[in-house]
C-alpha cells in the first residue's frame, strides 16, 4: 500500500513520503519569515528554513531506520528575544538579542522490535 499525506501548521508543512508494508519514509520543512519586535519595532530576529527526515525498513516483527534533522546544516535560531540592559557605567539603554541556536545536522539512528 502506498500512501501520501500533506499535512499542514502554521509554519511548517509535513510530507509523507512513502508508506509501503515494509518502507517508511517522511521528510518535514520548516520555514519561518524574518520578523519585527512587535512591541517596539526595535530589532528583527532572522528567518530561516529547515529540513528534516527519516527513512526506515520494517521486516516482520524488526524495524531499523534512521532519523536525520536539519539535513541541509542550516543555520537557525530557535529562540529569539531582545532584551534591554544598562550597566550602572553604561550612559544609556542597550537593547540586545538573545537566542538559542538550533541544532546543526544530526543523524541519529534506530532500532524498533514489535510483539503482541
Request: hydrophobic share 45%; aromatic share 10%.
Amino acid at each position: 500500500m502506498i500512501e501520501m499525506n500533506v499535512c499542514g501548521r502554521d509554519d511548517s508543512v509535513t510530507v509523507c513520503v512513502l508508506d509501503l508494508d515494509e518502507i517508511v519514509g517522511e521528510i518535514a520543512h520548516v520555514v519561518v519569515v524574518n520578523d519585527r519586535d512587535r512591541h517596539r519595532d526595535v530589532v528583527t530576529a532572522d528567518g530561516f528554513a529547515i529540513v528534516d527526515a527519516n527513512a526506515g525498513l520494517r521486516w516482520r516483527i524488526v524495524e531499523a531506520g534512521v532519523d536525520i534533522q536539519n539535513l541541509f546544516n542550516s543555520t537557525w535560531r530557535e529562540v529569539n528575544f531582545a532584551t534591554d540592559s544598562r550597566l550602572s557605567y553604561e550612559p544609556k539603554v542597550v537593547t540586545g538579542i538573545n537566542y538559542s541556536p538550533g541544532w546543526p545536522f544530526t543523524a541519529i539512528g534506530r532500532l524498533t522490535l514489535y510483539w503482541h
